[in-house]
């Protein structure tokens, strides 16, 4: 059982522990505790999940040429700065993967921000969530590379510039590629938790204007932190991708 159980934890594990168990039963893993096989990040991921596909759908049902609602204002100006980061990055014919750090932008702020609601927690203070994201984002430059470059183009570049170091070069490259998993798990997890702990901190000391300036404070890290993931998976995979001049 989680030492701080959310009360939408609760509810899971009281009215759908079964499922749970089940799923993870089909994958051949076991619940530390099969009473209470869910967790708060799980709970918290999913509800993300859900809420955003609600306003989603509250906002494609909304669409307008001529008059656009404040919602669909806030979407394009979200996919503006998305394009705009592509191309600063550098990226060629960078539109194409906008669909994957658009999603991941989102998916990331929203998930950092709801942390900010009374009750409920940012499941990226789990290890778990920033990993796998990390680890998309691992599997998904690396494919592109490939599918950009081809295979044996791709994997020259573990060799570097001078073939008579690739004993060198190899091993380097390599470390430096899973290293960036493990960097971008870290830099998020970190973060939003060292963000949460403070909060807290201040909650048991006063319960007004010092707690409000750093929820401030936290929605401010919820962004930046989102953004600075996006970068990086960006740079990622500009840095897969470059020197190649085939199309998508």
């Known amino acids: 059982m989680h030492e701080h159980e959310l009360w939408l934890t609760a509810l899971f594990n009281d009215h759908l522990a079964g499922l749970a168990n089940s799923i993870l039963n089909a994958v051949r893993l076991t619940a530390e505790n099969p ?3 869910w967790q708060n990040w799980i709970v918290m991921e ?5 809420i955003l596909m609600i306003l989603l759908a509250v906002v494609r049902s909304g669409l307008s040429v001529d008059n656009p609602g404040k ?3 806030l979407f394009e100006l979200t996919y503006q700065f998305m394009l705009e980061q592509i191309h600063d990055v550098g990226i060629v014919h960078g539109e194409k993967y906008l669909p994957y750090f658009g999603t991941l932008f989102i998916f990331i702020l929203f998930m950092n921000l709801i942390g900010v609601i ?4 940012s499941p990226t203070m789990s290890p778990a969530v920033p990993l796998g994201l990390a680890l998309c984002t691992f599997i998904y430059y690396n494919a592109k590379g490939i599918r950009e470059q081809g295979l044996g183009h791709y994997l020259l570049h573990f060799v570097g510039p ?3 170091l690739a004993f060198l070069m190899v091993p380097i490259e390599i470390t430096g590629h899973l290293a960036r998993p493990l960097s971008l798990t870290m830099r998020l997890f ?4 060292a963000g949460e702990q403070v909060i807290l901190a201040f909650l048991g000391l006063t319960y007004f204007i010092i707690p409000a300036i750093f929820m401030g404070l936290h929605v401010f890290v919820a962004f930046l932190q ?7 998976s960006m740079i990622y995979v500009g840095m897969a991708t470059e020197h190649s001049d085939n199309p998508a």
């Open 35 to 37: 009473a209470r096989p």
């Open 46 to 50: 999913l509800l993300v999940v859900a």
């Open 71 to 73: 919602m669909q204002h």
């Open 118 to 121: 009374p009750t409920f927690e």
């Open 162 to 164: 001078i073939p008579a």
């Open 190 to 193: 970190a973060n939003m938790f």
């Open 226 to 232: 989102a953004y600075i993931f996006t970068l990086l």
